[in-house]
């Protein structure tokens, strides 16, 4: 980041030329120009690098205004869309002897700019339109449609940070600017040409005035964001030493410290912004929802000074601008806190985010906060507090300061927060809430961006939102849980919350909306992950270059459905994998991190023309499940169907969902897999997923393992919808090294009579916290008497559950508990081959000679392992070539006493043969699939022979190893194979 000027020749602002409420008016007039009085010529230096546009000055013939769009994003947490720079003489830049061109190249005079453009060999037109100057260009013409060339009469030029790109004069006031990317951006040339740029709410009133106040929220201070660089440091133009580019400090005692150098000579040097945004963008109170009382409109407490004095309850505002300006001194130290509570009213669930990269804590440095959330337990104690209707817990931002004496001010600074609801209140009478149930209501962007502009079904473009939305869907109870809520029902694909990006592409006639993981809140995720699978793409947008960076990360399945009412059969396009797992400090690709819909530009075009909404506010995509879902083609397959609505604002400013029309028609889209949306004309000329020799693939679920370790699912479609669709089967099928195919039947839930096949069953997920109890505690009622199966050794004697599903489980040890975590996990059922004795007494084997593998269960009934880890142990058996005897991985239920690590079949115990050989080839082939992690005895065969391999630990601790190995941690192996 540079500065924008020649600090040196830089005045001190009046106070009548600075950025905010107008001096002279502050209740009407809100100057977003912050304007200098200059003394002397000063250079002008590109802040960042980007594309500039240059226009004349309204304010004299003699000036121009310059305004740059920046290449990429600020290394502190705000986007700036432009640069504007005003009041430049326009002699540094173009001469107008004749006809008007760049100016003439003068070793001595010319700026950095002029010399590098006439210098270059490979220009030869030096016309004024090359920088984008154009006198008689229309005052209406959209900036932005220069900058995206559908507006070819200038050309931008590039410039680079840093580079002097004119010289400010001195006869008239200088002005510098910096817009905010924003859903609400909409700036001509006409903008761009003005001396200053202001707000004036004057003579308007209620609704309309509350808007025009919103765009304030367009701009910010420019010493403010030079604030934000206090720790990054800002590179500024210093003559008098040898390398003119230096850069500033932290320290106050430097000649270089940021605010002796750079900010204090502008007014606001002492004030900070705290900006806070409602769910959609909007100010933090606009919807009026946030009071004490009809007679009390305080919405905020807040405390600038340190120690304990008392806080200030007041409204949301500075002089009735929708944002908090703030001053304050402290006598030491080189932070100055600021305490804030928000009001609570309807938003039940309240949750804070922030991309802030200042300090931030819960009220105090012990409870330091390092995640961009502070939580609903973190506002409102335990985060299940009876008293929803005051106020939140107190939270601390902490800003540098000036660090000199004992009356040490803020350094201007910015700081955005945005106000979520983690819950949506089913009981809000107020109409100015936008509903938002399931993720589906919020996940997509507003139809209304200004750039997100159709013309035509040959438009091509992209747009993405300023505003992170968050992105959320219920917990899942059953109907007989203590927590159910009859408001929330049971559809949707789990349960998670997460901030999200979104936006939208075009091209071909078709728009892709998306929605794409920002910020995962850790505590809340749905633990579904998208395998490794196979390459295909979508076979629209690749003219699209924006779509690119998207499509890098995706890969698609799509199968067809023969629906009673569409003209041929119906495709259905769904996400296969998304990676995301460098975009989340999960470090897993979490199904939940991408949403798409997809309609027609046409269809696209007849929503946005529909007028039963008001277009004061912008409207949002919201889609509504058709009664049915899941729904059944004519051949049984499942699918999910929804209505597109449109959610927005009427006319008298109350919340409304409507049905837009498309030729007359509701649009529906369908979704195979709840996370990808179409519309039947947007997937109608998709390419079905086939084999290489082109027949279509079958429509199920398989695990791929091959020889050389790799394991593929050719079908990530959530389990959960698998089974809602009545297709409880998945196949494993093994590639030998002639590629030849040994399939493992997958069998349906309580097939009669099969045997040695593995079955896809649905249970609760549980902890791996689980607990020693000394008794079964009251309200567990018995589901199982283990005695009852007639397996020897078995640890467990009796299981137990709750109404929460928790699960007690007594046996020969001890009584451990395994709580429900509220998600649902899948596993499959290992489908042995039972040998009763004479003795009345079972075993059971798992066992294929053909394909190669013997399985034997022995002291166990632990027969349910994950889907990924099932087929790690199943490529390790065909691999090792051995009989293996295993003392299982998970119960029916999830639970797995008396281990801990097992829950939902996350790890696999298989006994030592004792023989090294063997054991160490089982071990080598269970890595080879996938395995990370082994415990190994503490005893000497398991030290000499064991301890070297690879992912082996010895345990030390518990000494429970010595006759079995524990293994888990299982990351399928990926490579390039083709369907």
């Not at 629209?540 to 059969?569: A, H, M, V, W």
Request: hydrophobic residues 30%; proline residues 3%; charged residues 20%.
């Amino acid at each position: 980041m540079h500065f924008f000027i020649d600090p040196a020749n830089l005045t001190t602002q009046l106070a009548g030329d600075a950025y905010g409420p107008l001096y002279a008016d502050p209740e009407n007039i809100y100057r977003t120009t912050s304007r200098f009085d200059l003394t002397t010529e000063a250079k002008a230096f590109a802040c960042r690098s980007g594309m500039m546009l240059v226009q004349q000055s309204t304010d004299d013939n003699s000036l121009v205004n310059l305004i740059i769009r920046p290449d990429n994003n600020l290394e502190v947490p705000v986007d700036v869309e432009y640069y504007v720079y005003r009041g430049v003489r326009k002699d540094s830049l173009i001469s107008e002897n004749g006809s008007c061109t760049i100016q003439i190249y003068n070793a001595a005079t010319s700026n950095d700019l002029i010399s590098r453009m006439r210098q270059d060999s490979l220009i030869d037109d030096f016309s004024c339109s090359q920088i984008g100057y154009d006198n008689s260009l229309l005052d209406t013409d959209l900036i932005d449609d220069f900058f995206s060339y559908k507006n070819l009469q200038i050309s931008p030029v590039w410039v680079k940070e840093g580079e002097w790109i004119g010289t400010f004069g001195t006869s008239h006031k200088i002005g510098f600017e910096i817009v905010l990317k924003s859903n609400f951006n909409s700036f001509d040339l006409g903008f761009l040409r003005a001396a200053y740029n202001q707000i004036n709410v004057t003579n308007l009133n209620g609704f309309e005035q509350r808007l025009k106040r919103e765009e304030i929220l367009k701009f910010i201070d420019p010493a403010a964001l030079y604030g934000m660089y206090f720790n990054e440091g800002v590179k500024y133009y210093d003559i008098n030493v040898s390398n003119n580019t230096q850069t500033t400090s932290t320290n106050a005692s430097n000649n270089k410290f940021l605010y002796t150098k750079l900010i204090e000579k502008f007014y606001s040097k002492n004030k900070i912004y705290v900006d806070i945004r409602s769910e959609k963008g909007y100010s933090y109170n606009f919807y009026q929802n946030y009071k004490v009382s009809g007679t009390d409109s305080n919405n905020i407490q807040i405390r600038t000074q340190s120690g304990n004095s008392p806080f200030n309850a007041q409204e949301y505002q500075t002089n009735q601008w929708p944002i908090l300006i703030l001053t304050a001194t402290h006598t030491s130290g080189n932070q100055n806190s600021l305490k804030l509570s928000l009001r609570i009213g309807d938003n039940i669930n309240p949750i804070l985010y922030t991309k802030t990269n200042l300090s931030k804590d819960k009220g105090n440095s012990n409870n330091g906060v390092t995640s961009r959330y502070f939580k609903t337990a973190d506002l409102i104690d335990n985060g299940n507090s009876p008293d929803h209707t005051t106020w939140t817990n107190v939270f601390r931002i902490l800003f540098p300061n000036t660090q000199s004496g004992t009356s040490r001010a803020y350094i201007s600074n910015y700081v955005r927060l945005h106000y979520y609801r983690a819950k949506h209140n089913s009981n809000n009478v107020n109409d100015s809430v936008l509903e938002n149930i399931h993720y589906y209501d919020s996940a997509f962007c507003s139809i209304d961006i200004p750039q997100f502009s159709l013309t035509d079904n040959l438009d091509v473009g992209s747009v993405e939102s300023a505003n992170p939305r968050y992105v959320r869907e219920p917990m899942h109870y059953d109907a007989n849980h203590p927590n159910y809520d009859a408001n929330y029902n049971l559809e949707g694909t789990g349960n998670f919350e997460l901030n999200m990006i979104n936006g939208a592409y075009w091209g071909d006639g078709r728009v892709l909306m998306y929605a794409r993981i920002e910020y995962e809140n850790t505590a809340k995720v749905s633990g579904k992950e998208y395998l490794n699978t196979y390459e295909q793409q979508l076979s629209s947008f690749i003219q699209n270059p924006s779509y690119r960076i998207i499509s890098e990360r995706l890969k698609f399945i799509c199968r067809e459905y023969d629906i009673t009412g569409n003209i041929n059969n119906t495709k259905m396009p769904s996400i296969n994998f998304f990676r995301s797992n460098d975009l989340a400090d999960s470090g897993k690709n979490h199904k939940e991190n991408c949403m798409l819909l997809g309609l027609t530009i046409d269809e696209m075009i007849s929503i946005k023309a529909d007028t039963q909404l008001s277009d004061n506010h912008q409207r949002f995509i919201h889609l509504e499940p058709i009664t049915g879902n899941p729904q059944q083609d004519n051949n049984a397959n499942g699918y999910f169907a929804y209505t597109v609505r449109l959610q927005g604002f009427d006319d008298n400013q109350n919340s409304n969902i409507i049905t837009p029309q498309h030729n007359d028609n509701d649009i529906i889209v369908y979704s195979r897999d709840n996370q990808f949306f179409s519309s039947y004309a947007f997937s109608e000329d998709e390419d079905i997923t086939a084999l290489q020799d082109g027949t279509a693939l079958d429509n199920r679920i398989e695990f791929r393992v091959y020889h050389d370790g790799i394991i593929k699912i050719t079908d990530n479609v959530d389990f959960a919808i698998a089974l809602a669709y009545n297709q409880e089967r998945v196949y494993y099928v093994y590639y030998n090294t002639q590629n030849n195919t040994s399939e493992i039947q997958g069998l349906a839930e309580g097939e009669a009579n099969a045997v040695n096949g593995l079955e896809l069953v649905m249970a609760n997920e549980m902890d791996k916290q689980s607990g020693i109890l000394g008794a079964v505690p009251n309200g567990f009622v018995q589901f199982i008497n283990y005695a009852n199966e007639n397996v020897p050794g078995v640890d467990a004697t009796r299981s137990y559950e709750n109404n929460s599903g928790d699960i007690v489980t007594e046996g020969n040890y001890n009584i451990r508990r395994y709580n429900n975590q509220g998600k649902k996990s899948f596993m499959v059922r290992v489908v042995t081959e039972s040998i009763t004795a004479t003795n009345g007494n079972v075993t059971n084997y798992f066992r294929d000679t053909a394909i190669g593998f013997d399985l034997k269960f022995q002291g166990t009934l632990r027969l349910y392992a994950s889907p990924p880890l099932a087929g790690a142990v199943l490529g390790a058996l065909i691999r090792a070539n051995q009989n293996v005897i295993s003392e299982g991985f998970a119960y029916i239920k999830g639970s797995c006493y008396p281990s801990s690590q097992h829950v939902n079949g996350q790890a696999f115990d298989s006994n030592y043969t004792f023989v090294p050989v063997d054991d160490q080839n089982f071990i080598n082939a269970l890595n080879f699939f996938g395995f990370g992690f082994h415990y190994i005895g503490d005893e000497p065969y398991h030290y000499n022979n064991l301890n070297d391999l690879p992912n082996t630990t010895p345990d030390i601790w518990w000494n429970l190893h010595d006759g079995h190995l524990h293994s888990q941690n299982v990351v399928l192996n990926d490579g390039n194979k083709v369907l």
